[in-house]
C-alpha cells in the first residue's frame, strides 16, 4: 500500500517568513495530493491540492509543487501570519478517476508562526 | 459545495456499551465512506472502507466486530463501536468524496469520543 512520510513533524517561522513542508510517497500510481490544515478538535480543512498531470499549483499565499519522478511534493506558505499556525497534513490517493480511493496521510507538521 | 454531517460530536460512555456515530452525505451520493481514527498529536489513520450495499473493507488490525460499520444507503454511513473501552477513546472522522467535485474529499466534523 501507499507510504507517505511527512518533514518536519514541528516548524516554527516568524510572521512573514516562508513555510515549506515536505513529503514523499512511495506508490507511483498515486496521483492526487491534497494537502489540509487542521486545527485542534477540527475536521481536516483542504487547502490545496495538484494532480499528477500537473507540476505546480498556486493559491495565493500557498503553493504546492509535485516531482513525480522522485515521487515528492512540497507545500510552501509564503508570508506567514499568525493564523497560519495549526498541524499541516499531506495525502496521497490513487483516485484521480475511477471508483473513490482511501487518502493515505502524512504523519503532519505544527506550524507555529510567531507574532 | 459538498457537505457530510457527522453525529455526535462529543460523546462520553462508560466502558463496555456501544456508540454509533453517523455520517451523512447530504447533497451528494457517497458510495464509498471512509473511516478513521485519529489519536491526540497524531495522524489520521484509516480503519475501513464502507461502500453502499456490501460488506466493509478494514484495514489490517482493526477488528471488524468491535468497529461495526453499515452503509444501508448511498448517503447514510454509520460506525458502532461495541464493548468499547478507554483505549478506543479518539477522535473517529468520515470522508467521502464527491465526484461532482473532482478530486475532493469532504470529511464530517469528527466525533471525539471518551470512554470512562
Known amino acids: 500500500g501507499e507510504n507517505v512520510e511527512q518533514h518536519p513533524s514541528t516548524l516554527s517561522v516568524q510572521e512573514g517568513d516562508s513555510a515549506v513542508i515536505k513529503c514523499t510517497y512511495s506508490?507511483?500510481?498515486?496521483?492526487?495530493f491534497p494537502w489540509y490544515k487542521q486545527e485542534l478538535g477540527k475536521r481536516p480543512q483542504l487547502i490545496i491540492d495538484?494532480?499528477?498531470?500537473?507540476g505546480e499549483k498556486k493559491d495565493q499565499r500557498i503553493a504546492v509543487t509535485l516531482n513525480k519522478t522522485a515521487k515528492h511534493f512540497s507545500l510552501h506558505i509564503t508570508e506567514t501570519q499568525p493564523e497560519d499556525s495549526a498541524v499541516y497534513f499531506c495525502?496521497?490517493?490513487?483516485?484521480?478517476?475511477?471508483?473513490?480511493?482511501?487518502?493515505?496521510f502524512g504523519s503532519g507538521t505544527q506550524l507555529t508562526v510567531l507574532p | 459545495g459538498a457537505v457530510v454531517s457527522q453525529h455526535p460530536s462529543r460523546v462520553i460512555c462508560k466502558s463496555g456499551t456501544s456508540v454509533k456515530i453517523e455520517c451523512r452525505s447530504l447533497?451528494?451520493?457517497?458510495?464509498?465512506m471512509f473511516w478513521y481514527r485519529q489519536f491526540p498529536k497524531q495522524s489520521l489513520m484509516l480503519m475501513a472502507t464502507?461502500?453502499?450495499?456490501?460488506?466493509?473493507?478494514?484495514e489490517q488490525g482493526v477488528e471488524k466486530d468491535k468497529f461495526l460499520i453499515n452503509h444501508a444507503s448511498l448517503t447514510l454511513s454509520t460506525l458502532t463501536v461495541t464493548s468499547a473501552h478507554p483505549e478506543d477513546s479518539s477522535f473517529y472522522i468520515c470522508?467521502?468524496?464527491?465526484?461532482?467535485?473532482?478530486?475532493?474529499?469532504?470529511f464530517g466534523s469528527g466525533t471525539r469520543l471518551t470512554v470512562v
Open positions: 470522508s467521502a468524496r464527491d465526484r461532482r467535485g473532482a478530486n475532493g474529499y469532504t
Open positions: 506508490d507511483s500510481a498515486s496521483n492526487y
Open positions: 495538484i494532480r499528477s498531470n500537473v
Open positions: 495525502a496521497a490517493s490513487e483516485g484521480f478517476s475511477g471508483s473513490a480511493r482511501q487518502l493515505t
Open positions: 447533497d451528494f451520493q457517497a458510495t464509498t
Open positions: 464502507s461502500n453502499e450495499g456490501s460488506k466493509a473493507t478494514y
